[in-house]
Nanobody, 121 residues
Framework: QVQLAESGGGLVQAGGSLRLSCIVS????????MGWYRQAPGKQRELVAT???????NSADSVKGRFTISRDNAKNTVYLQMDNLKPEDTAVYYC???????????????WGKGTLVTVSS
């Protein structure tokens, strides 16, 4: 069974920083792309940033220069360093990963349950 567990969310003032972590628990054959998405109240879920297994990154224009995605393949973990946070960054942040397990040896997308980030003005 695959589990993605996010941590690191919380309440922070505008201009502050948070670091989100997401660890994958499973009997893993391979993890391909990993990423972070967010969903603000009343809005659709949107891409924040992604990272390939080789370390290539992509991020939304709204977070470029402020958020940095990274991963530790040995720990099956992806991180999101969020600096200079703004009130409009307030959302539930979800971890996503493409994973092939020993039981299901094909890449499939999996989601975490989300962690709430609240940025006060």
């Amino acid at each position: 069974q695959v589990q993605l567990a996010e941590s690191g969310g919380g309440l922070v003032q505008a201009g502050g920083s948070l670091r989100l972590s997401c660890i994958v628990s499973a009997t893993i054959r391979r993890i391909n792309d990993m990423g972070w998405y967010r969903q603000a109240p009343g809005k659709q879920r949107e891409l924040v940033a992604t990272i390939t297994s080789g370390g290539r990154t992509n991020s939304a224009d709204s977070v470029k220069g402020r958020f940095t995605i990274s991963r530790d393949n040995a720990k099956n973990t992806v991180y999101l360093q969020m600096d200079n946070l703004k009130p409009e960054d307030t959302a539930v942040y979800y971890c996503n990963a493409e994973i092939a397990t020993m039981a299901i040896p094909v890449l499939m997308p999996y989601w975490g349950k989300g962690t709430l980030v609240t940025v006060s003005s």
